[in-house]
């Protein structure tokens, strides 16, 4: 009988399609009514085939779950793949004279190019009228070596049933068990040569056996997959998908020496840990599948939406995971299978492919840091799995995220928050000044005029500096320099507008103080080494307030010192008015922070002392004889009053207090030699003084020239000791005659010559 009408016998006619569905991997239900079809096909047709096999690969199309997985696709072609192979190895080693039989087999003369399709196709038909009957209970080989009988087939079932019925219940250790015996007598056939005429046969018998094994490798694809499905882990399944994975792995240990594809190893340990990572994918793909916005509403939620669907993937993965710890892995560690360092392994790379996935639509800084948080935090938690006893690999795992990613993720999420803070610092400005155009003054919080400056801008700072670092060091340390960028940018901002208000009086300029105050101590304290460079403008903004609120009070008492010394301030008390303008600034300082409080009221002591030295030595009236003795006296007089209102108010610059009183004396020494004495005592506590103030002081005295004389050299003696002081840092460092011009007038000159 020629090959070609080999080929062609057989129970029925095929279709076209029918190659095609021979690729097609068995499920659990296919196999089942496979079964049942082969049954009816025995009992109407007593011909040898493969009626079971090709109804039960035929009827996978019409499985529920749809197309079937190209993992699984991809065993049958492997198996046809190897099949062909060998047979071109029988083909070379055959006889000469059997070498036009071996020509017309199917993939025999094919090179490689040739489609697996094709060639399965092929198969499937040459197989037509064989498999069935061999891997059935009460049927025989088509192709039987001389001498055997029929009753070899009580070896290739169990209890009745066919290898598809097996597999169909999941007896799959017994399915195996079957086919490794059909495997060792087909290799044991085959080594004896007993194919050598009939390389046909063998292809038959060879293409049943690898579409059977490759449909148990199927059905162990499908008890993954059903293992995490709602219907609950089939316990038995998985015990029994352990063993017949360890009894293929003893089976065939290692390839072959002689490259014979039926010993190669099937490699089920690799397929069941790629179908546990489909299985993984699937369910990770699960999360929020339900949830299909439009572009539009998608942009909308933004970060809220986001952050449902991981919370929705941590709660599917920790789901998983404790079924898998729970009821999974107790059914395979009968196997010694390692399922959770699999399943744990398997669900983190499918939530890393879902994270990149996220990643590439990812929009705005708040939906970068729900992304970035999540990776760092969530499901990088040690707690992630919400038990003790369910603890995460002891191998460290991969990044979710790649470096590459995660280094992108991090400059976008940067450069959108730098834009935020500038956009938050904008909004801070703009609530300041709705606050000014209101005209209310500012609340007084624990004895200190408040305004909210300070704590929108340390909440600022704080609530973003938080949430870097809870990714990462590195994204804390530059967020903290791109808060410091822009606070640097909203202060001098924020004192221009201020300045330029209506809102310009003791009240708001001493909460700013105190706003500008505890930025510059808080800052600095809370975060050490980061706003140091903030330090000198916050301090010059600090004294630029501390100046405009002594120039307010400059502009109330300047005209009340035009009255000193005067005829009428000898009879009068002028200074009182002035001193009770001082009390009244001087509660508005209880409001502002002691230390800058404390500085302002120095300021507001040595102006005073300044502005009265001023109009002594510019008097507009000259007094002689007992005027000039009364004068003496009113000087001390005021002097003291000066040094009480302020030593009432807390100033603490007591080095003011010996100025007027030095003058005063000078004034009305009777005896001229003391005079040198108060100068002595003038130019030593206060080292700024010039010549010219000596000579405007000798000038009030009215001295005899000569004494004038002797005088104006031993003080000029006196200050150039007192420069080299200075110079040699001795010096206190204070600053009040200074900044007293004396004008040059006639008395002066007169006392000069």
Known sequence: MSLARTVTSGPEPHSPEEPAK???????????????????????????????????????????????PEEDLGLFQRGSHFLFRSLRRAKDNGSTADQSHATEVPGVTHGPEVPSRVMDGRSRQSSAGVGRKELEPEAAFHSLAPGQTRGTDKALALSGKSVADLITERHLLAAFQQLRQLEVRLVAEKASHTFEKDPTGFARRAMDLCLHYDGLAAEIGAIVRETLGPD??????????????????????????????????????????????????????????????????????????????????????????????????????????PAWEAYLRAFHGAVAQRLQELAQDARGCEQLYVLLDWAANVDGSPDFLGAPDLTLSTEPLPPLLAPALWARLQNDYTSFLEAKITSCFDSIL???????????????????????????????????????????????????RICTRALGLFLPRFEKAFLESKAVNEPYLGANINAYEELRTSLLARFPGTFEELEKPLAAATYTFQKRLLQGLQCDVQPLFRVLCTKAWLTQDVLQPLMDKVVAFARHLEHVAPLRAQETLQEVHRYVVREYLAQVLRPRERFRGEERMTSSQKMGLDAQAIGDTFQGLGSEATWLDQAI????????????????????????????????????????RRLGHRRNQRLLQHARDLLRAAAKAAGSGAAGGHVLFEEIEVPTSVDVLLTCI
């Open 232 to 337: 609950g882990v089939d316990a038995a399944a998985l015990g029994e998908l352990g063993r017949v994975v360890r009894a293929e792995e003893e089976a065939h240990p290692a390839p072959p020496a002689d490259g014979d594809f039926l010993l190669t190893p099937r490699r089920w340990r690799q397929h069941w840990e790629d179908a546990v990572r489909r299985s993984a994918q699937e369910r990770v793909q699960q999360a929020g599948a339900g949830e299909a916005p439009g572009a539009a509403e998608a942009e909308a939620e933004g970060a809220s939406g986001l952050a449902r669907l991981l919370a929705e993937l941590g709660g599917l993965v920790r789901s998983d995971l404790h079924k898998v710890r729970q009821e999974v892995q107790p059914a395979y560690s009968a196997a010694g299978f």
């Open 22 to 68: 021979l690729q097609t991997p068995p499920v659990r239900g296919t196999w089942r009514a496979s079964s049942e079809g082969a049954a009816s096909t025995h009992r109407e047709d007593t011909r040898p085939g493969l009626g079971t096999l090709r109804r039960a690969f035929s009827r996978t199309s019409q499985r529920p779950s749809g197309q079937v």
């Open 430 to 480: 703009q609530l300041e000044q709705s606050r000014w155009a209101d005209a209310k003054p500012p609340d007084v919080l624990q004895g200190l005029y408040h305004t909210p400056l300070s704590i929108d801008v340390h909440m600022l700072v704080a609530e973003h500096v938080k949430a870097a670092g809870a990714i990462s060091a590195e994204l804390e340390a530059t967020t903290l």
């Open 661 to 700: 009183p030095c003058v005063a004396d000078i004034l009305g020494e009777t005896y001229k030699e003391d005079i040198r004495r108060h100068l002595e005592t003038l130019i030593g506590s206060y080292p700024d003084i010039r010549r010219d103030h000596v000579r405007a002081i000798l000038a009030l």
